[in-house]
């Protein structure tokens, strides 16, 4: 007799995690992969000040999370269903996902990866940054990407103000 699956099973990385059990380290390094190629499809797709999080040492429930900022609701829908594709060809799932009232949040939980899509005012306000303030900043550009940037020829605008 074939055992059912119960619909309120957890997976199997968030069981292990919650029964405080380490993880192989393929899957670990397959988790760092994907939250870096889920940044730069974010930072490809005009997200700004793309963010990812290592919280392995400190979150029971997740490795990495991946941080945007979107300039529209449209935009970030449209982010969010490409990062989910991205996880459908790299034999990914996802747990669950959140869009709140006004799409001004919204994320996708693949249980070692959770990426997260703000409204700028939004993310200010919940600060994820300084709420994982102990999180390593997991390095996510390509490395002719980080020379543009230095050179300022980015092709986004910054945020960040010089005081000037």
């Given at each position: 007799m074939a055992k059912e699956k119960?619909?309120?099973?957890?997976?199997?990385?968030?069981?292990?995690?919650?029964?405080?059990?380490a993880r192989a380290p393929k899957a670990r390094d397959e988790a760092r992969e994907f939250a870096i190629e889920a940044a730069r499809l974010i930072h490809d797709s005009k997200c700004e000040d793309v963010v990812v999080l290592?919280?392995?040492?400190?979150?029971?429930?997740?490795?990495?999370?991946?941080?945007?900022?979107?300039?529209?609701?449209?935009?970030?829908?449209?982010?969010l269903a490409h990062a989910e594709e991205l996880g459908k060809q790299r034999g990914r799932s996802t747990f669950g996902g959140s869009v709140d009232g006004?799409?001004?949040?919204?994320?996708?939980?693949?249980?070692?990866v959770v990426v997260h899509l703000f409204e700028p005012q939004t993310r200010l306000h919940y600060d994820l940054e300084m709420l994982w303030g102990d999180a390593e900043r997991v390095p996510w550009e390509r490395p002719d990407q980080v020379n543009r940037d230095r050179a300022g020829l980015r092709g986004t605008k910054s945020t960040v103000s010089d005081g000037a």
């Open positions: 119960s619909k309120t099973a957890k997976p199997r990385a968030r069981r292990a995690a919650a029964e405080g059990k290592g919280v392995r040492e400190l979150s029971p429930v997740t490795d990495y999370l991946v941080l945007g900022s979107g300039t529209s609701e449209r935009q970030m829908r449209a982010v006004k799409a001004t949040w919204v994320l996708l939980d693949f249980v070692d």
